[in-house]
T-cell receptor, first 117, second 114 residues
Framework: EAGVTQSPTHLIKTRGQQATLRCSPI?????VYWYQQALGLGLQFLLW???????NRGNFPPRFSGRQFPNYSSELNVNALELEDSALYLC????????????????FGNGTRLTVT | TQLLEQSPQFLSIQEGENLTVYCNSS?????LQWYRQEPGEGPVLLVT?????EVKKLKRLTFQFGDARKDSSLHITAAQPGDTGLYLC??????????????FGQGTILTVHP
């Protein structure tokens, strides 16, 4: 079974530009999560998509947005890049089962390292 | 806002030593997961604990969920250099604004020296 794949692996942008990050979930997984990991430490929740709909978002400004496509792949877009947006962006997928208490484990990709100069 | 505090933030020990990492919150979680992350890779799930007081063992790793489901601990016996990595706890709560969101602690960076 292929794991979660993210592209590109590294992305270098200048302040004010836009960045687009892509994620392909594990086959059969309908939920995609995006997390920001700065300084190699804890993960900050960005967005959750399930069945093509945005279900929840974290405390990030509106210039962080995304979408999920019919094949369940996802894009994260960051507009008007700022220096502090430099981080590792992790995508994770899972399959939410009806009636579950949302304890499904997340399967993470290896991330996109975004550097803003 | 639900927060998870991990301690210690950094841990540097010699091979063969024991260690414990703590994950604490003032909030109740319906479940808690522990992940391990190595450089250049995404986090990988180690265990999920669901029931208050639950203890799970994974070889030399022992995970415990507090009775009130507000805290958890990870104990490693006879640590090995291969245990080196970032250990993350993460809590799930299905209700309110936390719906579907996994809240992560800030992580513990463990270095085991041969």
């Amino acid at each position: 079974e292929a794991g979660v794949t993210q592209s590109p692996t590294h992305l270098i942008k200048t302040r004010g530009q836009q960045a687009t990050l892509r994620c392909s979930p594990i086959s059969g997984h309908t939920s995609v999560y995006w997390y920001q990991q700065a300084l190699g430490l804890g993960l900050q929740f960005l967005l959750w998509y399930d069945e093509g709909e945005e279900r929840n978002r974290g405390n990030f400004p509106p210039r962080f947005s995304g979408r999920q496509f019919p094949n369940y792949s996802s894009e994260l877009n960051v507009n008007a890049l700022e220096l502090e947006d430099s981080a590792l962006y992790l995508c994770a997928s899972t399959r939410i089962r009806e009636g579950s208490s949302y304890n499904s484990p997340l399967h993470f990709g290896n991330g996109t390292r975004l550097t803003v100069t | 806002t639900q927060l998870l505090e991990q301690s210690p933030q950094f841990l540097s020990i010699q091979e063969g030593e024991n260690l414990t990492v703590y994950c604490n919150s003032s909030s109740v979680f319906s479940s808690l997961q522990w992940y391990r992350q190595e450089p250049g890779e995404g986090p990988v799930l180690l265990v999920t604990v669901v029931t208050g007081g639950e203890v799970k063992k994974l070889k030399r790793l022992t995970f415990q969920f507090g009775d009130a489901r507000k805290d958890s601990s990870l104990h490693i016996t006879a640590a090995q250099p291969g245990d080196t990595g970032l250990y993350l706890c993460a809590g799930t709560n299905a209700g309110g604004t936390s719906y579907g969101k996994l809240t992560f602690g800030q992580g513990t960076i463990l270095t085991v020296h041969p």
